[in-house]
């Protein structure tokens, strides 16, 4: 939108200043605008051509800046975009923080978590900037960022992958959250 302002100004622009010369030219000397040469052709206006030309060029050129402040505009967005996107990929890609949690019994694992043991957690406690909750008898900090799109009210599981616990969502599959679990 901004373009179209910046461009439909700088024509607006051009076509003033090119009829305001013409206009004064034509009103204050008009005898001397059509000069005969001895075989009878008129003479050659090189000031009024080369107003035209310089007047154009102008635009050319407050057109490139235009055109440039444009893409200038649209990679300054994209950049923004670009390092948003690679925060929130950072944070991903952190380490999870003291990776040393406790160990639930296998037996007790089985019966409490896994696939098949859904739940909610509702709305998580927060202990030191750091959000926790509890289930099964355990609580439970969360070590990542929560992924975006994900709610607390989403059915949830815990389950242990490479020596790790990790929540999961049958809705947003793909995507884990590492936990610890607090003994």
Do not use: C
């Not at 605008?33 to 075989?39: H, I, N, Q, V």
């Not at 929130?88 to 160990?103: E, F, I, K, L, S």
């Not at 242990?160 to 999961?168: H, K």
């Amino acid at each position: 939108m901004k373009l179209f302002a910046v461009v439909g100004t700088a024509g607006l622009a051009a076509l003033l200043s090119i009829s305001m010369p013409v206009y004064a030219q034509d009103e204050s000397h008009p005898q001397e605008e059509k000069r005969a040469e001895p075989d009878g052709k008129e003479a050659h206006q090189p000031d009024r051509q080369d107003e035209k030309r310089a007047d154009q060029d102008k635009d050319k050129k407050q057109d490139e800046r235009a055109d440039h402040q444009a893409d200038q505009d649209r990679n300054d967005r994209d950049n923004r975009h670009a390092e948003q996107q690679m925060r929130q990929d950072d944070r991903r890609d952190q380490p999870v923080q003291g990776r040393q949690g406790g160990h639930i019994p296998d037996d007790r694992f089985r019966s409490n978590f896994g696939r098949q043991h859904t739940f909610s957690i509702g709305q998580p406690v927060i202990v030191g900037e750091t959000p926790r909750f509890q289930y099964g008898g355990y609580w439970f900090v969360i070590a990542q960022p929560w992924p975006v799109g994900w709610a607390y009210t989403d059915v949830v599981y815990v389950d242990y992958i490479d020596g790790e616990y990790f929540l999961l969502s049958p809705v947003h599959p793909g995507v884990q959250i590492a936990i610890n679990v607090i003994l």
